[in-house]
RNA sequence: GGCCCGUUGGUCAAGCGGUUAAGACACCUCCCUUUCACGGAGGUAACGGGGGUUCGAUUCCCCCACGGGUCACCA
């Protein structure tokens, strides 16, 4: 049998989870409870300056929230922590100790300025920038030399030249690269090593087998592999996930504002979990079916990288919205209303504390609003009406009150309305007041039910008449029919 | 520019030598409904181009074009 799969998703904590990583992150746990494997989570914080504080905390909360749990990793431990890079700054040394020991790497004193010029110089000569190999061979006393000057040094690891570089990527196929004899930074001055050097020695000591990742790493793969090289180690499976694209078809850069792009953001906005984690799927990825519903256990039993698609996937709002709705009609009234009342309260339209009427009153708004609602937030212009003084009316609107005989219609069904005591305003009662206005007025069709509308909610359209009333009130639907009645609405 | 990867409708995508080239979102039409939405029934719309290989290419190979990724002491 093959050995039991180690994965791991691995970011750096420098801002929000956002699609992308949320996708990679998703596809990489699928992958390895599918396999009854292990699924691990590192941070990647190697780079001091763009560490962001509480940022670890909002993965693994964004992560949790949409159902991805792991096995090791900070918060829950495990047996090959720790699972934070700068933590692991003692393995780190002794590995750089064992690479310069055996020669495979070497100390460059050359400063960023240097540096950036050789580049300049290159780029201006039409050559591909290339790190000179100045350091390569300093004798003793150069070395010295340039440690009495006060320079600080990198590591670089020694690079031939021509050196095939193959590897089978499970969802692409076999990629191969040529070495360039390109000796790159693998310890920064400041002594900590960089992605590539952290990356390959955590994955090896954490028994990573399967390195799953974004298609932007597929040309860090091949100086990875060097690194396996030099340290003798065997190289773990390598799986590279196609980009997400923005409208624009480029890769999603975190400053992208054509689209909602963090997952906290659908958090906010009220929308289910469950949604966006089939949605992101099957992003990327499908099926061997045609359908597309899928709870989380379904997909895990599905999944598999050699369906995982190789051109770049535009993120579709649009159909996001539309899965979500799809999540919302399904869903128990209870699970949307506590999703709903939070977003009225934050709109100012109800308040923090709900009685047991009021609260009952929500649950028919909700209800009646449940299948038209894209996310929780929609619940709010959807509803606004219902917390008016004055119903806004639209263009077509106007035209409805405007025929004949409506003030006729409106007066009669305000007269009943009247006749009702407040507990025997029901939908149910409504609909028999309706019915009598119809008997009196001989109005009926559009004709009777149309004015009303209008009246009561300044729209021309909108969800089940009776219920829509008794969400008004008795007062203010008495109130709006009266004033649309005689002319003094819009 | 070098290297690498990719290219099926507007979008997500199925297809893995022979198909009327699926399905979904979006859009349009119709039905249902007092209205909107939901639901139902339809519709418009695609294999980047050129060479091969083959009896036969969307599918295999090559070239080109286009798109993207990456070329840091960022990940």
Redesign the pocket.
Known sequence: MDQPVRVRY???P?GHLHIGGARTALFTYLFARQRGGQFILRI????L??NVSGAAEEFYNGLRWLGIDWDEGEDVGGPYGPYR?TERMDIYREHIERLLGEDKAYY?????E???RE?EEQTAA??????SGRCRHLTPEQRAAYEAEGR???VRLRVGEGEKIEFR?EV???????S?G?D??I????G?????L??VIDDHLMKITHVTR???????T?RQILLYRAFGWEEPIFA?F??I?N?????L?KRDESILQFISQYRDLGYLPEAILNFLA???????T???IFSKQDIIERFSF???????????Q??????N??YF?KADLGEIVALCVPQLQRAGLLPEQLDEARQQWAKTLVALNQ??MNCAADIVPLTELFFRDEPELEGEGRAVLAEEGVPKVLEAFARQVEAMDDAAYTADAIKGAIKAVQAETGAK??G???P??VALTG????????E?IWLLGRVKALKRLREAASGKLG
């Open positions: 691995a970011p750096s420098t990647e914080d190697t780079d300056g763009r890079c460059c004193y050359c400063t960023e240097e540096l950036e580049r039409g050559q591909t920038p290339k790190y600080s040094h990198t990527d692409r196929g076999e990629i191969s690269f040529e360039d390109n790159f930074v310890v920064k001055s400041s900590m090593p960089t992605y590539n952290a990356v974004g298609e932007e790493h597929i040309s860090n091949p590279h196609n980009l694209l409208e624009a078809g480029k890769k850069s099957l992003l990327g990825w499908s099926p061997d045609e359908e597309e050699d369906r995982v698609n190789k051109s770049g996937s535009i993120f579709d649009k159909k996001l919205a539309w899965m709705n799809h009609k299948d038209k069709g559009k009777l039910f149309m009303i509308r729209q021309t359209h909108g969800p089940d008449l009776n829509t």
